[in-house]
């Protein structure tokens, strides 16, 4: 069973920026789509961005020209690049990975990781 341990959260200033690390224990060459999610309290859980063989990605709307995902297959790593961090950006971070090509991968889920944008 692969396990997918998220990390890179914590506290950021409004503006700021931080980078998320999904680490998988074993190759993720096998996973051909990855992504992120995230769910703020009394939210429902919504996709951040979400990138298919490293080729191709898809972000939501809230994020697009603030947020890159890439991969790093030799590291087994997917990352969450954000910038100009706002404060709706609060929430808990989880990676997901799927065998199959889609821009919703939720075959594999992590545990997640908090980030708080103080303003």
């Known amino acids: 069973q692969v396990q997918l341990v998220e990390s890179g959260g914590g506290l950021v200033t409004a503006g700021g920026s931080l980078r998320l690390s999904c680490a998988a224990s074993?190759?993720?060459?096998?996973?051909?789509?990855m992504g992120w999610y995230r769910r703020s309290p009394g939210q429902e859980r919504e996709l951040v961005a979400a990138?298919?063989?490293?080729?191709?990605?898809n972000y939501a709307d809230s994020v697009k020209g603030r947020a890159t995902i890439s991969r790093d297959n030799a590291k087994n790593t997917v990352y969450l690049q954000m910038n100009g961090l706002k404060s709706e950006d609060t929430a808990v971070y989880y990676c997901?990975?799927?065998?199959?090509?889609?821009?919703?991968?939720?075959?594999?889920w992590g545990q997640g990781t908090q980030v708080t944008v103080s303003s």
């Open positions: 074993g190759s993720i060459l096998s996973f051909i789509s």
């Open positions: 990138e298919i063989s490293g080729h191709s990605s």
């Open positions: 997901a990975a799927d065998r199959k090509a889609t821009y919703r991968p939720q075959e594999y």
